[in-house]
Each structure stands twice: as structure tokens, then as C-alpha cells.
């Protein structure tokens, strides 16, 4: 089977921010795990030699090099395929993970707007509040999203129930609606004629 990486190959990634700014080590590290690097040993690690992971990783070389530190990127490809498909199981190990800690957290979430429409208490407060947890774990899920390389199994169970979630606040949210602004009734021949629209002659 051929994959991009197959096509692409690898970055070999050695970094090393002795001598560098105290912060230094953080951001190293901090990047590096936002681009999903499976780490080989301390301070080397490997990653997808795709086009946006090459700029990024070319970006923090430079970074480290500037502020003192020493860094190394080498381009590489797996002579033994099983040694390959293990560095992506692996990789999709780690994403599954990730993964499964929004699927963990997100019941909170659910069960949070089904509570407060059982107390009748759909607000709009509560609707505000619960799109920003909801957004919260949009950009979460798009983070683990953009170094989810090798579509890791576990990626469209997260995608699934952040979309319930979304249904469900949608449901929440029209509840909040007629509950605050429920639909006015037809004007009656008991409303004053001035607060009754007529037609014009």
C-alpha cells in the first residue's frame, strides 16, 4: 500500500537548546508536540516530511539556531516497510489518544444543556456559554486534526459526537428561543385597532 509517506519520506529532527534562552526548551518542545513528532529518543524525533511540516520545521530550526541552540533536519525514508507502518501505528497510537480524551470530555458537555433543559432553564446565557465549550472543542479537534497524519482510527468517532454535541445545543438553542421569545399571537378583534396592523386603502 503507498502512502504519502512513502512519497515524501521523513525528517529526522535533532534539537538542542543547551546554551540557548531559559524559554527556549519550552517553545522547542511546545511546537515539536503541536506537529505530533513521535519522539526516537531526548531531543530527537520524527515526523512526516510533508510540505507544511517541512516549512514549520524549518521555521523552528531556524529559531533554535538564532537563540543559541543547535538544531539538525535531515531527510530520510524507511529502507524496511514493517519499520515504516510501525513509526505510523505509532503515530496513529498517539492520535487515538488524543482523540479519545475529547470523547472522554465531551459528555460533560452533553450532559451540562440536557440538566439545564430538564430545570427549564434553556437561556440564551446558557446558549452563549455553551457555544464557547462547544467552539472549545472544535479547535481542539482541529488541532489534533492537523497532525492527525495517517488518518488514526479514532478521528471520525470525535468528529461524530462533536457533531451531536452540535445538534443537540442547536435543539437547546431553539428551546432558549421559544422560551424567550415565543411567537406573538394573531391579532384579535379584542386588540386595540391602533395596535393592529390594517391594510391601507
Known sequence: MTNEADERGWLLISASTAGGAGTLRVQVWRKLRSLGALYLQQSVCLLPARP??????????????????????????????????????????????????????????????????????????????????????????????????FAAPGGQAARDAVEEAAAELAAFEEAALHAEAPESAPASASTPRSLRVVDQP
Open 52 to 149: 507544511e511540516v517541512v516549512r514549520e520545521v524549518r521555521r523552528l530550526a531556524d529559531r533554535i539556531r538564532h537563540q543559541g541552540g543547535t538544531a539538525r533536519v535531515l531527510s530520510m525514508a524507511f529502507t524496511d516497510p514493517a519499520e515504516e507502518q510501525a513509526v505510523i501505528a505509532e503515530l496513529n497510537a498517539a492520535r487515538d489518544a488524543e482523540y479519545a480524551e475529547v470523547l472522554e470530555r465531551l459528555p460533560e458537555l452533553r450532559q451540562e444543556l440536557a440538566d439545564e433543559q430538564a430545570r427549564g432553564n434553556a437561556t440564551y446565557a446558557e446558549v452563549e456559554e455553551s457555544e464557547a465549550d462547544l467552539d472549545r472543542f472544535r479547535t481542539w479537534l482541529s488541532k489534533i486534526a492537523a497532525r492527525d497524519y
